[in-house]
């Protein structure tokens, strides 16, 4: 009994379960007060945290593709190269940048894309395949450009990449609906969504 009652003292002295406890609260919060706020500031605040999140993860990865880079030089300014071989050199490097080139590209892929699924689920007050594949077209777009892909054809790149984005994102999120994950039709704001679109698969 004085083992369970020792046990018990020791769990809630644990600082790691306090500090848990504290960030769970303050999450909490942040939902209960962003779930109060308007459409323009709801969806400032996703794009923001989504793009900073994005960006750590970016710079966490572009350390590990790093040494790669040099792999894929730039060609000197007199190079006689054809548009679709510049082309390939800078798709090449936006897919084994730096860290600061990926977390930029990280940054606005997922800022983009948390942006434009806030937006789409409050206006049309519900998450599903649709708005899930236009906001992937969208982040697909902007990283397009800003990752300076396409070449000379610089439009018709940015449409076939937000295609490409949408239609990966849409057979995601299918196959999760389908599994029983990553949907929650019963999510109030856009940041528990997100949250809880993230986490690991709820079988039924």
């Known amino acids: 009994m004085e083992e369970g009652k020792q046990g018990v003292?020791?769990?809630?002295?644990?600082p790691i379960a306090q500090l848990q406890a504290r960030f769970k609260d303050l999450e909490n919060g942040f939902r209960a007060w962003l779930a109060k706020q308007s459409l323009p500031v709801e969806a400032a605040v996703v794009t923001a945290t989504s793009a900073?999140?994005?960006?750590?993860i970016g710079a966490f990865m572009g350390t590990l593709?790093?040494?790669?880079t040099s792999a894929?030089?730039?060609?000197?300014?007199?190079a006689n190269l054809n548009p679709q071989a510049m082309a390939s050199f800078k798709q090449a490097q936006a897919l084994a940048g730096g860290p600061l080139v990926q977390a930029r590209n990280f940054a606005v892929m997922t800022g983009v894309n948390a942006g434009i699924s806030c937006v789409m689920k409050r206006i049309r007050g519900k998450e599903d395949v649709q708005s899930s594949m236009v906001a992937?077209?969208?982040s697909g777009a902007m990283f397009s450009l800003v990752s300076g892909m396409g070449g000379q054809n610089q439009a018709a790149n940015v449409i076939s990449s937000g295609l490409f984005f949408a239609l990966i994102q849409g057979g995601i999120f299918q196959d999760g609906e389908n599994h029983g994950y990553m949907i929650n039709p019963s999510s109030k704001n856009c940041v528990l969504s997100n949250l809880e679109n993230s986490g690991s698969p709820n079988p039924e």
């Open 9 to 14: 003292m020791v769990a809630a002295q644990n």
């Open 52 to 56: 900073a999140q994005g960006a750590a």
């Open 72 to 78: 894929f030089p730039t060609p000197p300014p007199q």
């Open 136 to 138: 992937a077209f969208g």
């Open 65 to 68: 593709t790093n040494d790669a």
